[in-house]
Nanobody
Framework: QVRLVESGGGLVQTGESLKLSCVAS????????FYWYRQTPGKEREWVAS???????YYADSVKGRFTISRDNPKRSTYLHMNDLRPEDTAVYYC?????????????WGQGTQVTVSS
């Protein structure tokens, strides 16, 4: 089992920045890929960014150039640096991760952290 805990959400104004963190704990061999998703009421959860164990990063077009995902393997953590935030970035942000060795075919979700961007 892998437990993910996000933190760092809050209320900011347009153009400001936030840094989200996600820490994994539990019975872990190695987190292969960390993902960040976001969701607003009435909409499907949307993929935002991901980073593999090789540190290759991928971003949704809507955040490319503004958000940066990173990871700290010894700390089993991932971070989402969000710059130039816009009201449309308002959402609950979720961390997702997989550990194919100890938990093949499974992925895990955190509880989410609210990000609100005021105009």
């Amino acid at each position: 089992q892998v437990r993910l805990v996000e933190s760092g959400g809050g209320l900011v104004q347009t153009g400001e920045s936030l840094k989200l963190s996600c820490v994994a704990s539990g019975s872990i061999f190695e987190i292969h890929t960390f993902y960040w998703y976001r969701q607003t009421p009435g909409k499907e959860r949307e993929w935002v960014a991901s980073i593999g164990v090789d540190r290759k990063t991928y971003y949704a077009d809507s955040v490319k150039g503004r958000f940066t995902i990173s990871r700290d393997n010894p700390k089993r953590s991932t971070y989402l640096h969000m710059n130039d935030l816009r009201p449309e970035d308002t959402a609950v942000y979720y961390c997702n991760a997989d550990d194919p060795v100890y938990s093949p075919g499974r992925s895990y979700w955190g509880q989410g952290t609210q990000v609100t961007v005021s105009s």
